[in-house]
């Protein structure tokens, strides 16, 4: 069964940091691209990064550029999102999303994770 | 960055009624568009992706068009399992940006 597990989500200080791990199974993890998509409480879904299956090429929306760290170990089989200088606004539910087809970058998400939740609060 | 624009951004309606959404990109997108849909309390599931192309195991009554700029979804049929909050997505290059949503009650 094709599965992703996100967690390192907790509470943190603005101005902290946290890194999220996405765990995948099922599929050859390193010929997917992979994406972080973040949903704030009561609002919808928003793009954060992507990053391809080699690991060569990443990507990230304007909202986090420079603070955000997209990145994948594929012998591990695992996705990762440092998250550093963070701010109220950040707070959301984080989740990892898998490309619909092997060695494609440009493709819609075929599997998500169950989510895990990062509250930015002093 | 292109901006993606959904249409209504709610809308009630009735058991067997037939339901359009619109999504409509800033600039062209070719056929890189993908529907989602997210039920309350659920993770997003991909309904459509390349504008009109039915991900497995999603039910006919769900078709999607457009190319361009303009693109809708269709539930020919609405059935109450299809309560929940549709997005658009554009996929042609980053960002990979998401429509507003759509949230779908039944009347």
């Known amino acids: 069964e094709v599965q992703l597990v996100e967690s390192g989500g907790g509470l943190v200080q603005p101005g902290g940091s946290l890194r999220l791990s996405c765990a995948a199974s099922?599929?050859?993890?390193?010929?997917?691209?992979m994406s972080w998509v973040r949903q704030a409480p009561g609002k919808g879904l928003e793009w954060v990064s992507a990053?391809?299956?080699?690991?060569?090429?990443?990507y990230y929306a304007d909202s986090v550029k420079g603070r955000f760290t997209i990145s994948r170990d594929n012998s591990k089989n695992t996705l990762y999102l440092q998250m550093n200088s963070l701010r109220a606004e950040d707070t959301a539910v984080y989740y990892c999303?898998?490309?619909?087809?092997?060695?494609?970058?440009?493709?819609?998400?075929?599997?998500w994770g169950q989510g895990t939740m990062v509250t930015v609060s002093s | 960055d292109i901006q993606m624009t959904q249409s209504p951004s709610s809308l009630s309606a009735s058991v067997g009624d037939r339901v359009t959404i619109t999504c409509r990109a800033s600039?062209?997108?070719?056929?890189?568009l993908a529907w989602y849909q997210q039920k309350p309390g659920k993770v997003p599931k991909l309904l459509i992706y390349?504008?009109?192309t039915l991900q497995s195991g999603v039910p006919s009554r769900f078709s999607g068009s457009g190319s361009g700029t303009d693109f809708t979804l269709t539930i020919s049929s609405l059935q109450p399992e299809d309560v929940a909050t549709y997005y658009c997505?554009?996929?042609?290059?980053?960002?990979?940006?998401f429509g507003q949503g759509t949230r779908l009650e039944i009347k």
């Open positions: 990053i391809s299956g080699s690991g060569g090429s990443t």
């Open positions: 997505q554009k996929y042609n290059s980053a960002p990979q940006t």
């Open positions: 600039q062209g997108i070719s056929n890189y």
């Open positions: 099922g599929f050859t993890f390193s010929s997917y691209a």
């Open positions: 999303a898998k490309g619909r087809q092997q060695l494609v970058f440009r493709d819609a998400f075929d599997i």
């Open positions: 390349a504008a009109s």
